[in-house]
């Protein structure tokens, strides 16, 4: 016999569901007959398979000892680069500085080594990431970044806080503010750009319109010039997304005449290679938790605000160094 008692990340789910995941050794047929039998019990009565689970169940397990061994596991993660930038960490979240050319999550070209897959393997070696404890939740990213722009993106290091973060990111409470460098000098130098962004999905590409049509969605990007370089005919700016959408700083700029410095798929490649750059020239420096009395947990985050002071093209631009 074997007892477990449901922690924070285990609970909010279904008997059979952490059953599954604690015991995988366990075939399925002998689960159902095991619940019914009374082997396995909550809180030391009977349950159903659909019973839910709380923070504090205990849940005996009257079976085997053959199903409780599980087999050694290697976690891809582990070959992960131990190389990570963190601006801020508390016991519910992540802040990192992401890098250009670091992907967020695994694709089909890389899988193992990636921001979130360094993060678990942080965690892993720290002791807060036990898979073979936490059957219900792994540390994962509340917003992500484009491989080719880097910035700051949130990980959730448990399931509460995740929830919490996805439901604010939905209302806009967290407030990214983004640096850019582009062609020309946009007139007038601050300003807000409004249009209509239409996605093509098999492309990956986006186009701004000026008129609403089927499928469009309707995209704000307030801007503001920060310095001006007139030699290179070049401007830093800073930008605040008023809607968040697919590539929406790239694409709504390049719309204007104005694309980013680097940028391939939304830039002048002609203009791009006088310069010598193969990353764009975009990232998200800024974030502010504006949350609201529903933050629960995380209300201690509420109006903070964090910066990446050194970021890579900034210095450049300043010292006229591009």
């Known amino acids: ?63 085997n000892d053959e199903f409780f061994v599980k087999p050694e596991t290697r976690y891809d993660f582990t070959g992960a680069s131990k190389s990570l930038d963190i601006l801020y960490e508390d016991e519910n979240i992540m802040l990192l500085n992401k890098k250009a050319g670091l992907l967020c999550h695994p694709d089909d070209k890389e899988y193992i080594d990636t921001l979130i897959t360094r993060i678990k393997r942080y965690l892993y070696d720290k002791g807060e ?24 993106v949130i990980a959730a290091k448990n399931a509460d806080s995740l929830r919490i973060l996805n439901a604010q990111m939905k209302k806009r409470n967290l407030k990214k503010t983004y640096l850019c460098v582009v062609h020309g000098i946009p007139k007038p130098e601050s300003g807000l750009l409004e249009g209509y962004l239409v996605k093509d999905e098999k492309k990956n590409l986006v186009k ?74 975009l990232y998200s420096y800024k974030l502010v938790f504006a949350l609201d009395d529903e933050a629960e947990r995380l209300t201690y985050l509420k109006g903070r605000g964090f910066e990446v002071k050194d970021v890579w093209f900034r210095r450049e631009f300043e010292n006229g160094n591009l």
């Open 1 to 63: 016999m074997k007892s477990f008692y449901i922690k924070q990340n285990d609970a909010n789910q279904r008997l059979d569901k952490f059953i599954r995941k604690s015991l995988p050794n366990l075939p399925q047929s002998l689960m159902y007959k095991y619940i019914r039998l009374k082997r396995i019990k909550v809180n030391g009565k009977r349950a159903e398979i659909s019973t839910m689970l709380k923070v504090g169940d205990k849940i005996d397990m009257y079976i």
């Open 129 to 152: 990431f036990r898979p073979d404890d936490e059957n219900s939740f792994t540390p994962a990213l509340v917003n992500r970044i484009d491989r080719n722009t880097g910035g700051i």
């Open 208 to 281: 701004v319109l000026k008129n609403p049509c089927e499928g469009a969605k309707e995209i704000r990007t307030k801007y503001k010039v920060l310095e001006k370089d007139l030699k290179n005919n070049l401007s830093l700016v800073e930008v605040d997304l008023l809607t968040g959408r697919t590539h929406q700083i790239r694409a709504h700029f390049a719309s204007i005449g104005h694309p980013l410095l680097g940028d391939g798929k939304y830039g002048t490649n002609k203009l791009n290679k006088e310069f010598g750059y193969k990353k764009q020239f």
